[in-house]
């Protein structure tokens, strides 16, 4: 038996509005898959409770490799 999908959108006046509206459906039967707002939200963030994102980590990973491969390539071609 196939499930229909149901699509719902909601469209608010203010990010406070959408984030009371987010986090009421959190604690119903709905999935939230999408939420669009033209201004970056920490508000409607929060709501969402979403995991922290690891692309900070791989940038200070490939951050701190860069400087020390440049160091040493810079200690290596002086020192030849």
């Known amino acids: 038996m196939?499930?229909?999908?149901i699509?719902?959108?909601g469209v608010f006046q203010s990010e406070d509005q959408a984030a009371?509206?987010?986090r009421?459906?959190?604690g119903s039967a709905y999935n939230i898959e999408r939420v669009h707002?033209?201004?970056?939200?920490?508000?409607i963030?929060?709501?969402?409770?979403?995991?922290?994102?690891?692309?900070?980590?791989?940038?200070l990973a490939g951050g701190?490799?860069?400087f020390?491969?440049?160091f040493l390539l810079a200690i290596f071609t002086a020192t030849r």
């Open 2 to 5: 196939a499930i229909d999908r």
């Open 7 to 9: 699509t719902i959108m």
């Open 20 to 22: 009371c509206a987010i």
């Open 24 to 26: 009421e459906l959190k």
């Open 37 to 43: 707002s033209p201004i970056p939200s920490h508000v």
């Open 45 to 59: 963030a929060d709501a969402l409770q979403l995991p922290k994102s690891k692309v900070g980590w791989f940038t």
């Open 64 to 66: 701190i490799t860069g």
């Open 68 to 70: 020390f491969t440049g």
